[in-house]
Structures are given as structure tokens and as C-alpha cells.
């Protein structure tokens, strides 16, 4: 999403020095001189012409504050699991434990089944 911002933001910015080169009479000269905004303009174009984006642009201040929102919300998200990635260390090693315990009860029996054997 902060791509497609960008790109937006670009394009806007950008658009009056295309809009200039297209109705220009000499195309080189001026091209020469507003080369980096046209080669911006035009990588931006393409980059929302892939993303599916034609016509009406997305108002940038509504894309930005969703974007914040979304920010925050995935902030919490980590949050919690970085407690439950804690949390699920913990219960290995209670597990590990278990299993260690269960398996010194299980090896006096073998070596009792070996001396009868």
C-alpha cells in the first residue's frame, strides 16, 4: 500500500511536466530538459496501470490513513505473538520435560525385561 501511495503521489506530482512534453512542439528539447520527471511519470503510470488502477486516481489522504490503521493494527497483532511465540517455547519445554521423565520410568523396565531374558 505505501507503494501504491507513492506511486500516486508521483504521478500527481509529475503529470503538468508530461502534460507539457506531450503538447510540446519540439518533443527532444523539452524531453531533454524534463527528463527525470517524465521517466518518473511514466514508471509511475505503468507501475497503476499493473496494479489495475485507470481513471480516477484513489484519494490519497483516505489510502494514507488506512494505511495508518492498518499500520497499528498489525503493530498489536505482532504483539500478541510475540506472547504467544513465549508462550508456545514454554509449553516445549514442559513437554521436553514430560517426555524426559516418562522415558527414565520406561528404562528400568527394559533392563529388568534384559536380565530376564
Partial sequence: MALLIKNITTYQKTKPAYDAYRKAKNKEQHR???????????????????????????????????????????????????????????????????DSILRQDREPERDKEVERG
Fill in 32 to 98: 531533454a530538459v524534463h527528463e527525470g520527471s517524465i521517466i518518473l511519470h511514466e514508471a509511475a503510470a505503468k507501475a497503476l496501470k499493473t496494479a489495475g488502477i485507470s481513471g480516477k486516481l484513489p484519494n490519497v489522504a483516505a489510502l494514507q490513513a488506512e494505511y495508518t490503521k492498518l499500520q497499528e493494527q498489525r503493530k498489536s497483532l505482532y504483539a500478541d505473538y510475540g506472547k504467544m511465540k513465549k508462550q508456545v517455547g514454554e509449553y516445549n519445554v514442559i513437554k521436553r520435560n514430560i
